[in-house]
């Protein structure tokens, strides 16, 4: 004999299996990170398409959507690592400092955290200076400004390396934050 269980009693069941990242509305504040990988990806693919399709269709092919989605890809990977950073799902090979005394390990974790605090915090510093230098300097087709190709960079540097200073806790045992992820 079948039991039915109550369309609530799912729906209770359904979000004690989510992370707690997942009942957060994509279109909030702590999730932007995210947002704006999704539409660079929109903006790569059908850039992409349009480029191909203009060219098999059209006499003159649209040269603009090359640049357009060099820019968007950027873009979708350094907000996408930011949300990765966030997230704690950079893929790690921790066998030899696993093998370590605990002290040891206690100092690789230290050196890492602060080693990627300083690789984000030049980073963030580097794009912001490219991001100034260039904005005279204009792309070939669309004739925009290259700092739209590295200040957004150094946003996404300057979040990442604040996503590492919260995410990341040297000083604590580390959990893994996903135990059902692949990574």
Known sequence: MARSVSPSTVRGIMEI???PEETIPLI?????DEAVGVVALIVVVFS?????ASRYVFPQP???TYELAM?????????????GVRL???AAID?????LPDGWQKAVAWFNYLLLALFF???????????????HVHTIALDLSRALSYAPLSLASAGMLFQHLIAERPWSVRLHRNPESLI
């Open 71 to 83: 820019m968007a890809f950027a873009y979708l990977v350094f907000f996408g690592a930011v949300a």
């Open 28 to 32: 909030s504040l702590r999730r932007a």
């Open 62 to 64: 649209a040269f603009w």
């Open 95 to 99: 066998v030899l400092v696993a093998a």
């Open 121 to 135: 915090m030049v980073m963030t510093i580097l794009f912001a200076w490219q991001a100034w230098t260039s904005r």
């Open 88 to 90: 704690g799902t950079h």
């Open 48 to 52: 992409i398409l349009w480029g191909v």
């Open 17 to 19: 299996s989510r992370s």
